[in-house]
């Protein structure tokens, strides 16, 4: 997917701000971003994969 110029390897949907916003990686990048599309902005969201699982995914799968 390319936003703003950049590309980005869409990993899915993570519903940060709003339904839709897509989880996204970059080349040689280890930062996890979102796009959220409603601001049409691109933010990180974690410094790398381990903190995406261990502390968003867990956190979201421990409270369910």
Known sequence: MTIHG???????????EADGDQ????TGDETIWYYA???????????DMTELLEKK??????AN
């Open 6 to 16: 950049e590309q980005y390897c869409v990993l899915g949907e993570f519903w940060k």
């Open 37 to 47: 599309h409603e601001q049409d902005k691109v933010k990180p969201l974690c410094n």
């Open 57 to 62: 995914l867990a956190r979201y799968l421990n």
């Open 23 to 26: 989880l996204l990686l970059r």
